[in-house]
Every structure is written in structure tokens, then in C-alpha cells.
């Protein structure tokens, strides 16, 4: 499947909350007995409801989690493979078992791209060397089919061996994935799978560390948690040696320079907590403009919510569930709904004849005053571009066929995006 691109043209990122609430989404947790529910969250009473009455799995893998808002399902790794539920019954639709071409291996930190409705996330895998049978590491940017569980690498070559659990983040403009390695944010070209960025990271005005980052699409900024670990100088008179031992932690909300690594503390007041929990990992509500992470342990958990604009905590909400523990991989619908590349694949050039390869039907081309879209998989979403690039249609759809009414465009040249459950496809038309 090709992508396109608008050379020499803009393209607006807006997106659109008015088919969207902007729920919490999120996995509420129990170890005893253990068991999985898909929930929403109220982060300021930190009140989780369950949706649905049955376990969707007895444990979850904590790589990642997907939120699909255009086939209403989240997906994450728990018992036997790649589970999709539904967020409005809270009932599995799918279980796929993981299966990767290339080898055994595994798929991490992955996140749902909105603007164009696939799952990335990180293929890692073993390479054994047939000459000398030396075993490394290698990790490939990659996609998963929901349905399948295919993993589809990108990345013609191994683009590092490990990852920091520091978060993960998509763009969904420039379609740029990004990990953080430790030291590095690293930045994966999307179309090409290639290392599109990779800064070391750098805190002029104070921290040692930039963990559960995550992007914003209503700023185009990316924000997460800048940690300052605090030591106290300890005198050892027996060895006469002075270590430096931890004292204490303050953790600021920031946002960082994607491209030059520069981490900003937002404001000067620390949140008030020590540590975080990276399985709850982090996420923006684009509504309000406040980031959310969970800092405790157990029963003690509490969602915090913090305003992009000042980094002054605006909610704490203790989170009760009846024998919920813990609130896991929560994501919010609206946030980066309905965004499109302002970025586009530089390998495909508009004249280009785009090929049909995601079951879709576009009838008549040429057409007139109507054209007709039809999908066997169910469609998603449909999007009407002029050749210049400018947004004409963006419909979210449902069932396996729709009509768009075309009486008032010109004749000329057009392009559609149709969105289905197998992906997406851009097709050439003509009035």
C-alpha cells in the first residue's frame, strides 16, 4: 500500500471532537484474583468503572495499548496473544495470536496512529550471525494487523537493540514514532522506517530524566514527567571513601524539543510526588489541555492531573474500583482524533496511480454527481482531498458501503482516503 504526497502544498491538522466524547479509557486490574477489565476513568474522583461484567484476560503484557476511536476498540497484550475489545460492551471481539515473517520475537510500546489507522509500535527480535553464530539484539519500527496479529516490519535494517520504558509517542503530522532509548529520544520515520530523529536528551534548567512521555495534538508538543533524583554526600571513616547517596526525588511536568532533545521544566513548583507508575503510562486530554499520570502503589494509587500551560496539579483523584488494584494503559479517545500528515511519504509523487490493495471499491471513475464506496471488511472512516490538497470531506463512517453526494465539485482531479478495518487506502478519481 503507498501513501501520498502533496509536494509544495499544505494540508490543515485539525480534528474534530464533535462525534467524540473525551473519556478515560483504561485497563482496571486485580491480582487477587487476577483479572482484567476494560474501564473508564473519572480522573478527578479517580473513580474506574468497569465495562462489562467478565475478565477480558487474567494479566497483561505491559508493552503498550492501542485506542482505536473510529472502530470503537482498545487493544493490548494479555492472555494468549493480541486481545481487541469492545469499548462499548467490554466484550473481546478478537484474540491473534503474534506471528512476525522474520522470526520469533516481540511487539512493544505500541500506540494507535489516528492518521492513518494503524498499530505501530517496536518488532524486537534476535539475529544470529550464520558465520560466526553470535547472537544480538535488533528492534524494527513495524505495524501489527489487529485482526491477523502480522507483524509488518519497516525498517529495512535493525534500528537498535533495547528501549527504556520511558514511554512511547506518535506524531501523527510529521509520522514520526518515537522511543527513548535512555539517553536519546529517537524518532522513526514512519514511511520509511528509518531514524528520522535521535537528539540526546539535555535538561538546561535541571533533571536527570524524561519518562512517560507522550504527544499532544492540540499544541504539537510532546510532554512528560522530568525526574530530579536529589544525593546526600555519605563519609565512609573506615575506607575513607565519601559516596553519594539518594536522598530524595521531585518530578516537574515538561515537554521536550523533538528534534534538539531539550528538556523544559512547565512552571517551577514540583508535582508533590517522588515516583510514577509507567505501567498507567501518561496521557492528554486535548478538551481541558491537562496530562494525566498515576503515582503509588496498590491501593494507595492516585491519578494526578496536571495543566499543560502552568504544570500546577489540578486534579488528584484516589482510585477506587471494587477490588481493583490497579489502572493500567489508559488513553483517552479525543486526544489526536481525526489528524491527518502534514508530513508526506517524500518516495511517492502525486502523479502517481495509487492501487487498490485494501478491498476497496470506488464506483463510477470518472464520475458525477455521486461516487459510491464499498468495503467486505466495514468501513471506517472517508476523507475527500482536491489535488491541491485541500480537505473537501472527512466523514466517519460505518457498514460497508457509503454514498458521498459530488454535484458541486469541479471537474478534476481528486483523491480519496478510505479508512477500513484493514487499513488504509488513497485512491485516484476523476470528475
Same mark, same amino acid.
Given at each position: 500500500?503507498?501513501?501520498?504526497?502533496?509536494?509544495?502544498?499544505?494540508?490543515?491538522?485539525?480534528?474534530?471532537?464533535?462525534?467524540?466524547?473525551?473519556?478515560?479509557?483504561?485497563?482496571?486490574?486485580?491480582?487477587?484474583?487476577?483479572?482484567?477489565?476494560?474501564?473508564?476513568?473519572?480522573?478527578?474522583?479517580? !473513580?474506574?468503572?468497569?465495562?462489562?461484567?467478565? &475478565?477480558?484476560?487474567? +494479566?497483561?503484557?505491559?508493552?503498550? /495499548? /492501542?485506542?482505536?476511536?473510529?472502530?470503537?476498540?482498545?487493544?493490548?497484550?494479555?492472555?494468549?496473544?493480541?486481545? &481487541?475489545?469492545?469499548?462499548?460492551?467490554?466484550?473481546?471481539?478478537?484474540? /491473534?495470536?503474534?506471528?512476525?515473517?522474520?522470526?520469533?520475537?516481540?511487539?512493544?510500546?505500541?500506540?494507535? #496512529? *489516528?492518521?492513518?489507522?494503524?498499530?505501530?509500535?517496536? &518488532?524486537?527480535?534476535?539475529?544470529? #550471525?550464520?558465520?560466526?553464530?553470535?547472537?544480538?539484539?535488533?528492534?524494527?519500527?513495524?505495524?501489527?494487523?489487529?485482526?491477523?496479529?502480522?507483524?509488518?516490519?519497516?525498517?529495512?535494517?535493525?534500528?537498535?537493540?533495547?528501549?527504556?520504558?520511558?514511554?512511547?509517542?506518535?506524531?501523527?503530522?510529521?509520522? =514520526?514514532?518515537?522511543?527513548?532509548?535512555?539517553?536519546?529520544?529517537?524518532?522513526?520515520?514512519?514511511?520509511?522506517?528509518?531514524? @528520522?530523529?535521535?537528539?540526546?536528551?539535555?535538561?538546561? #534548567?535541571?533533571?536527570?530524566?524524561?519518562?512517560? %512521555?507522550?504527544? +499532544?495534538?492540540?499544541?504539537?508538543?510532546?510532554?512528560?514527567?522530568?525526574?530530579?533524583?536529589?544525593?546526600?554526600?555519605?563519609?565512609?571513616?573506615?575506607?575513607?571513601?565519601?559516596?553519594?547517596?539518594?536522598?530524595?526525588?521531585?518530578?516537574?511536568?515538561?515537554?521536550?524539543?523533538?528534534? *534538539?532533545?531539550?528538556?523544559?521544566?512547565?512552571?517551577?513548583?514540583?508535582?508533590?510526588?517522588?515516583? %510514577?507508575? =509507567?505501567?498507567?503510562?501518561?496521557?492528554?486530554?486535548?478538551?481541558?489541555? !491537562?496530562?494525566? @499520570?498515576?503515582?503509588?502503589?496498590?491501593?494507595?494509587?492516585?491519578?494526578?492531573?496536571?495543566?499543560?500551560?502552568?504544570?500546577?496539579?489540578?486534579?488528584?483523584?484516589?482510585?477506587?474500583?471494587?477490588?481493583?488494584?490497579?489502572?493500567?494503559?489508559?488513553?483517552?479517545?479525543?486526544?489526536?482524533?481525526?489528524?491527518?500528515?502534514?508530513?508526506?511519504?517524500?518516495?511517492?509523487?502525486?502523479? $502517481?496511480?495509487?492501487?487498490?490493495?485494501?478491498?476497496?471499491?470506488?464506483?463510477? #471513475?470518472?464520475? &458525477?454527481?455521486?461516487?459510491? =464506496?464499498?468495503?467486505?471488511?466495514?468501513?471506517?472512516?472517508?476523507?475527500?482531498?482536491?489535488?491541491?490538497?485541500?480537505?473537501?470531506?472527512?466523514?466517519?463512517?460505518?457498514?460497508?458501503?457509503?454514498?458521498?453526494?459530488?454535484?458541486?465539485?469541479?471537474?478534476?482531479?481528486?483523491?480519496?482516503?478510505? *479508512?477500513?478495518? $484493514?487499513?488504509?487506502?488513497?485512491?485516484?478519481?476523476?470528475?
Amino acid at each position: 500500500m503507498k501513501s501520498l504526497i502533496f509536494s509544495l502544498f499544505t494540508f490543515s491538522c485539525t480534528f474534530s471532537f464533535s462525534q467524540l466524547g473525551n473519556t478515560m479509557y483504561g485497563l482496571a486490574r486485580t491480582t487477587n484474583p487476577a483479572a482484567v477489565y476494560i474501564a473508564t476513568m473519572d480522573p478527578v474522583t479517580g !473513580i474506574a468503572t468497569n465495562i462489562g461484567q467478565t &475478565s477480558v484476560s487474567s +494479566s497483561i503484557n505491559l508493552t503498550g /495499548a /492501542a485506542l482505536n476511536p473510529y472502530n470503537n476498540r482498545f487493544c493490548f497484550f494479555g492472555d494468549n496473544g493480541l486481545k &481487541s475489545v469492545d469499548l462499548s460492551t467490554g466484550q473481546v471481539t478478537n484474540t /491473534a495470536t503474534i506471528n512476525n515473517p522474520n522470526g520469533t520475537g516481540y511487539f512493544d510500546l505500541f500506540r494507535f #496512529n *489516528t492518521s492513518d489507522s494503524l498499530m505501530y509500535g517496536l &518488532s524486537r527480535r534476535n539475529i544470529t #550471525n550464520p558465520q560466526t553464530g553470535q547472537v544480538s539484539g535488533a528492534m524494527y519500527l513495524a505495524t501489527i494487523n489487529e485482526i491477523t496479529g502480522t507483524i509488518t516490519e519497516i525498517s529495512p535494517s535493525s534500528i537498535g537493540q533495547s528501549f527504556a520504558y520511558s514511554g512511547s509517542a506518535i506524531d501523527p503530522h510529521q509520522m =514520526v514514532f518515537y522511543y527513548s532509548n535512555g539517553s536519546q529520544l529517537v524518532g522513526l520515520d514512519m514511511y520509511t522506517g528509518g531514524i @528520522f530523529s535521535n537528539p540526546t536528551l539535555t535538561f538546561p #534548567n535541571g533533571g536527570q530524566n524524561f519518562d512517560n %512521555f507522550t504527544y +499532544s495534538c492540540s499544541d504539537t508538543t510532546m510532554y512528560g514527567l522530568v525526574r530530579s533524583n536529589y544525593y546526600t554526600p555519605v563519609y565512609n571513616p573506615v575506607t575513607g571513601i565519601t559516596t553519594q547517596v539518594f536522598d530524595s526525588a521531585a518530578v516537574h511536568l515538561g515537554k521536550v524539543n523533538a528534534m *534538539t532533545g531539550e528538556v523544559t521544566k512547565i512552571g517551577t513548583q514540583s508535582i508533590g510526588v517522588s515516583s %510514577f507508575s =509507567v505501567n498507567g503510562s501518561s496521557t492528554i486530554d486535548p478538551v481541558n489541555l !491537562i496530562y494525566y @499520570f498515576i503515582s503509588g502503589s496498590g491501593t494507595g494509587l492516585t491519578i494526578y492531573g496536571v495543566s499543560l500551560q502552568t504544570g500546577l496539579v489540578v486534579s488528584q483523584g484516589t482510585i477506587s474500583n471494587t477490588g481493583a488494584l490497579y489502572f493500567d494503559m489508559m488513553r483517552i479517545q479525543s486526544d489526536c482524533y481525526e489528524s491527518y500528515p502534514t508530513r508526506f511519504n517524500p518516495s511517492v509523487n502525486i502523479e $502517481e496511480t495509487v492501487t487498490n490493495t485494501q478491498n476497496v471499491n470506488v464506483y463510477p #471513475n470518472p464520475f &458525477s454527481n455521486q461516487i459510491t =464506496v464499498s468495503s467486505e471488511t466495514g468501513l471506517q472512516k472517508i476523507e475527500l482531498f482536491h489535488a491541491n490538497g485541500q480537505v473537501i470531506e472527512n466523514t466517519s463512517v460505518s457498514g460497508k458501503e457509503f454514498t458521498l453526494e459530488t454535484s458541486q465539485l469541479m471537474n478534476g482531479v481528486y483523491f480519496l482516503q478510505v *479508512t477500513n478495518l $484493514e487499513g488504509m487506502e488513497i485512491i485516484k478519481i476523476i470528475k
